[in-house]
């Protein structure tokens, strides 16, 4: 089936690196997005990837492995401005997005 | 940054009425979307256009209606409110006819809607 598996909740700490990981099942695979999220706020693009392999921009990044079905988007310098859902999407083969949960980051001091 | 505006922000409304949620977007993109988000959960998608006179359904489409009679404009509309309706309704659009890195999602600030 199609399916999007993403911690539910991270806690870090400002300054440090946090990894967000996601998994997902299915055929048809076309690309995988990651989304930031906060609180009452509508998402914004993050990261797209299609190859394997990581993608950095500025202090996020995005790692995609096609064969096991596994992405994660990394963080660096924590902010306390990055304290927000990151949601995990994957594009599949008409173009259509399956989300998941999304990940609440929390940053302390 | 992105030009797509969702109104109303908030709405409270009783059970049994009809309302429209009313979405525009002044980039020129072809694809809309609707999507419905409770706490902690995934977005679904409710409904979709390619363009002018173009609408899909998405997963949980079978309460509501869309329209797509100008590039801009995409409303939704559910015909008789419900309590289970209550959740947060979002917006947005991207270029062309597939998805790629040149053509993320935009999303409005989106609708909350209760229904009591």
């Known amino acids: 089936g199609q399916n999007i598996d993403q911690p539910t909740e991270m806690t870090a700490t400002e300054g440090a690196i946090v990894q967000i990981n996601c998994t997902y099942q299915t055929s048809g695979f076309n690309g995988l997005f990651w989304y930031q999220q906060h609180a009452g706020e509508a998402p914004t693009f993050l990261s797209y990837?299609?190859l394997d392999g990581l993608e950095e921009k500025g202090r996020f990044s995005s790692f995609l492995s096609r064969s096991k079905g596994y992405s994660y988007l990394l963080l660096k310098e924590l902010q306390m401005k990055d304290s927000a859902s990151y949601l995990c999407a994957e594009e599949d083969s008409n173009y259509q997005l399956i989300w998941g949960a999304g990940t609440k980051l929390i940053i302390k001091p | 940054e992105a030009d797509i505006y969702q109104t109303p922000r908030y709405l409270v409304i009783g059970t049994g009425k009809k309302i429209t949620l009313e979405c525009s977007q002044t980039m020129g993109h072809d694809k809309m979307y609707w999507y419905q988000q409770d706490p902690g959960m995934e977005l679904h998608l409710i409904h979709y256009s390619y363009g002018v006179n173009s609408t899909e359904k998405g997963d949980l489409s079978s309460e509501s209606t869309v329209s797509r009679i100008r590039t801009e404009h995409f409303p939704l509309t559910l015909e008789s409110a419900r309590p289970s309706h209550t959740s947060q309704y979002l917006c947005?659009?991207?270029?062309?006819?597939?998805?790629?890195?040149?053509?993320?999602?935009?999303f409005g600030n989106g609708t909350r809607l209760t229904v009591t």
């Open positions: 990837n299609v």
């Open positions: 947005a659009s991207s270029e062309g006819q597939g998805s790629s890195y040149n053509s993320p999602l935009h």
